[in-house]
């Protein structure tokens, strides 16, 4: 059964980083897009950033400069690395495999 | 990027009675391959978001048949054939056709 833990959030001051990891079990991660997704607490869902199979990366506008997604294939894990962080990324991130299968979330706050 | 415009947002059921919720795009999400990347969730209170359906009208594993997606283009609907308890929560439509993928704002489906 397919299995995704995230770790790595927190409590991190504007303009730092943060890298955010994503464990996977039960299926191989570089053989599916494999994703991040985030929600501000109480608010809608935000596509992040993509990763394909083909090693190919995809950003929000927002994020892109910022934010750098990859995989380790002998992890079989996914990561985040988040700089130059703005209360504006306050959110729970998800670790996606496809659409169709999250975790649980890792909340970022990002706050003076 | 692609708007995905969901209505009602608010969607107030008495049990066992039927419910309908429409997602409308902003462009034609019909792939290149001639798939149309269209999906729909389901996020219960506390819980990640979990898929229901899959290239429009596919249910996914273990979704209840009393679930059923429609459309094509830029319009599509999830019906529900009779609400249950467990239905509760926000109901967000995605598209994967164009990067950035998108949701809609999500419809909050309530027991009367």
């Known amino acids: 059964e397919a299995q995704l833990v995230e770790s790595g959030g927190g409590l991190v001051q504007p303009g730092g980083s943060l890298r955010l990891s994503c464990v996977a079990s039960?299926?191989?991660?570089?053989?599916?897009?494999m994703s991040w997704a985030r929600q501000v607490p109480g608010k809608g869902l935000e596509w992040v950033s993509l990763?394909?199979?083909?090693?190919?990366?995809y950003y929000k506008d927002s994020v892109k400069g910022r934010f750098t997604i990859s995989s380790d294939n002998s992890k079989n894990t996914l990561y985040l690395q988040m700089s130059s962080l703005t209360a504006e990324d306050t959110a729970v991130f998800y670790c996606?495999?496809?659409?169709?299968?999250w975790g649980q979330g890792t909340l970022v706050t990002v706050s003076s | 990027d692609v708007v995905m415009t969901q209505s009602p947002l608010s969607l107030p059921v008495t049990l066992g009675q039927p419910a309908s919720m429409s997602c409308r795009s902003s462009?034609?999400?019909?792939?290149?391959?001639?798939?149309?990347?269209f999906y729909w969730f389901l996020q219960r209170p506390g819980q990640s978001p979990r898929r229901l359906i899959y290239?429009?009208?596919n249910r996914d594993s273990g979704v209840p048949d009393r679930f059923s997606g429609s459309g094509s283009g830029t319009d599509f609907t999830l019906e529900i054939s009779r609400v249950e308890a467990e239905d509760v929560g926000v109901y967000y439509c995605?598209?994967?056709?164009?990067?950035?993928?998108?949701f809609g704002q999500g419809t909050k489906l309530e027991i009367k």
């Open positions: 996606v495999k496809g659409t169709d299968f």
């Open positions: 039960g299926f191989t991660v570089s053989n599916y897009p």
């Open positions: 990763i394909n199979p083909g090693g190919r990366t």
């Open positions: 462009q034609s999400l019909v792939s290149s391959d001639g798939n149309t990347y």
């Open positions: 290239k429009v009208s």
């Open positions: 995605l598209q994967s056709t164009h990067w950035p993928w998108t």
